[in-house]
């Protein structure tokens, strides 16, 4: 007897029309274009260009800048909002006064608007905001600083604006394995004498493993793609040296250099797809191993 599926294929046609026509349409158009002239002064007009646009791209300063920010904050965001989940996860995990309180505390910034975060973070981190003004109130500030007009403080600010915010959706990722380790385990490595740490390296960490492939994985796509708090907070500035590839592009876009822009964005995708694969593919093979 042949088994019917409960759903037939046919219901699948709406949910793969929308995703080619929203997804896979402009994908294909952005290689094709990419390839191309295509420019504000060109606009229906476009002519075939070869690699001259990826050459073009690897040559810009202010594109290899992008590309190095962009790894840099994908990177450090990944290993702060990580070690931050798990810290907070591992804290929580145990049942202490006011848990469900606190989880929703420290969840609660990863549901409020990117927009709102980066006025909210702008404003304190102004020459006359908040923070010089308690750095000054503490007499440690003894002159202003412009938080955001410099690469070092512009940069390490918005790594940890974001590794705030997202913390706390990898701590529910964490706590969801810690609460699925059998007790039995912690139980019989006590009565052996296993220290914390011991217990905490050879069962806390091999069992809850593909969280951290699922944590690792969202954090490095994620910090590639990152757009949004970069836009709001600094604009890619001072100059252009908070520029990531995101914005990179869509400022290129912006000022109608349509070709470039679309072999731009066909590079970031490039590097998310290969760079997540990849990362996919070890993780889960040292899953299998531990």
């Known amino acids: 007897m042949q ?30 274009f990419s ?88 404003a304190i981190l102004a020459k006359t905001g908040l923070l010089n003004n308690a750095l000054a109130g503490l007499g440690m500030g003894s002159e202003p600083v412009d938080w955001l007009a410099h690469y070092g403080t512009a940069i390490g600010s918005v790594i940890l604006i974001e590794s705030w915010m997202w913390a706390g959706f990898n701590m529910f990722i964490f706590l969801s394995a810690l609460q699925a380790v059998p007790k039995d385990y912690y ?39 990152v757009f949004d708090i970069i836009y709001v907070i600094t604009n890619g500035g001072p100059g252009f040296d908070t520029q990531v590839l995101s914005t990179y592009v869509y400022q290129s876009f912006s000022l109608g250099f349509l070709g470039e822009s679309s072999a731009g964005s066909v590079v970031l995708c490039a590097i998310v797809m290969l760079i997540s694969f990849l990362l996919n593919r070890i993780l889960v093979a040292r899953e299998v191993e531990a």
């Open 3 to 32: 088994k019917k599926s409960i759903y037939p294929y046919w219901a699948l046609l709406p949910a793969l029309f929308v995703f080619t026509l929203f997804s896979i349409v402009p994908l294909l158009a952005s290689l094709v």
């Open 35 to 122: 390839f191309s002239d295509w420019n504000i002064g060109r606009f229906y007009t476009p002519e075939f260009r070869g690699l001259g646009n990826y050459v073009t791209l690897l040559q810009d300063p202010v594109f290899l800048r992008s590309l190095l920010n962009t790894f840099l904050f994908a990177i450090c965001t990944t290993v702060l909002k990580t070690v931050g989940g798990l810290v907070l996860a591992l804290l929580l995990v145990r049942k202490i006064p006011a848990n469900g309180v606190l989880r929703t505390i420290y969840y609660a910034p990863c549901v409020l608007s990117v927009t709102v975060v980066g006025v909210l973070f702008k």
């Open 187 to 225: 139980e019989y490595a006590s009565i052996e004498g296993a220290s914390p740490w011991a217990r905490f390296k050879n069962i806390t960490l091999p069992l809850i493993a593909p969280s951290f492939t699922v944590v690792i994985t969202l954090g490095i796509s994620g910090g590639l793609k």
